[in-house]
């Protein structure tokens, strides 16, 4: 995956930020949404793209477009450059193949370690239950 390519692929737009901030937030657009078009990027091949699509799911809309958005400072570079980063990483998890896990089971040793432990735990328990004197 050509990370340069991909970013040529986002498309941004700049809108005012939500919530509290006095007069500069009323007059400046520093919040930055970036959109990317899942299913007809030319970028991702089919195999890429269908692993997004499971992964992905909750993020992405009905079109398969996937929204991320940026308001953590003033400027409207600097959160250009934070939501990008965000989405490099997003779509690296995303296509990340998942490892085959063997299975195994407990050694001898280990059965036998846990085996003596919890008839010791047991013997400390009846040891001190009242004594019957029937």
Known sequence: MNSENLIKELSFKAIRSSGAGGQHVNKTSSQIVLTFDVLNSKVLND???????????????????????CSETRSQHKNKEIVIKRFLELISDGLKVKKYRKKSKPSKASIKKRLEKKAKHALKKSNRKKPDFD
């Open 47 to 69: 195999e890429e793209k269908e692993s997004l699509f499971r992964k992905l799911k909750t993020r992405l809309s009905k079109e398969f477009i996937l929204t991320l958005n």
